[in-house]
């Protein structure tokens, strides 16, 4: 079963529930749009989108909920900030889980290396290196965080 798949089999089980389910429903729903945006942006609306490019769409929406919710806090909206968080939790059972700090810290010493990036001004050369091997496995936050502690040390 593909990605796009399971998320129309879990959109059908949410709207069966009834008003228990309305928050997972709205926020599948809003992932199935973005899937289809994607796909008709990338002119793949025959073809689809593969299970690592609806990721790549699911892990983009989870930012933009961090980001509002955050947002929300700062402005004194709590309530908005909580359904922004719930839409959030919805989303990150489609995501593999992230791999710990050690392991970024390790990729992110290697890509380091390679990139033979020297102080903070390489940050940029050697994040092309990284991402690509971290993408989907961690968020671009623990990844710079983790690079700019390692850049600080050189």
Request: glycine share 10%; charged share 35%; net charge positive.
């Given at each position: 079963m593909t990605l796009k798949d399971k998320i129309s089999e879990d959109i059908k089980t949410a709207l069966?529930?009834?008003?228990?389910?309305?928050?997972r429903l709205?926020?599948?729903?809003?992932?199935?749009a973005a899937v289809s945006n994607k796909a008709i942006e990338l002119r793949k609306?025959?073809?689809?989108?593969?299970?690592r490019e609806i990721l790549d769409v699911i892990s983009s929406?989870?930012?933009k909920r961090k980001d509002a919710?955050?947002?929300?806090?700062?402005?004194?909206?709590?309530?908005?900030?909580?359904?922004e968080e719930?839409?959030?939790l919805?989303?990150?059972?489609?995501?593999?889980?992230e791999i710990s700090d050690e392991d970024i810290v390790r990729i992110v010493r290697d890509g380091v290396r390679e990139s033979g990036a020297s102080g903070e001004k390489d940050f940029g050369k050697a994040m092309k290196i990284?991402?690509?091997?971290?993408?989907?496995?961690?968020?671009?936050?623990?990844?710079?965080?983790?690079?700019?502690?390692?850049?600080?040390?050189?």
């Open positions: 069966k529930s009834g008003a228990e389910g309305a928050i709205s926020t599948l729903r809003m992932v199935s609306k025959d073809l689809g989108l593969s299970d929406e989870l930012k919710a955050e947002e929300f806090r700062k402005g004194g909206r709590e309530d908005l900030a909580k359904k719930s839409e959030l919805v989303l990150k059972e489609y995501l593999p889980p990284i991402m690509p091997t971290l993408k989907g496995k961690a968020s671009g936050d623990r990844v710079s965080v983790a690079l700019k502690n390692e850049l600080q040390k050189e």
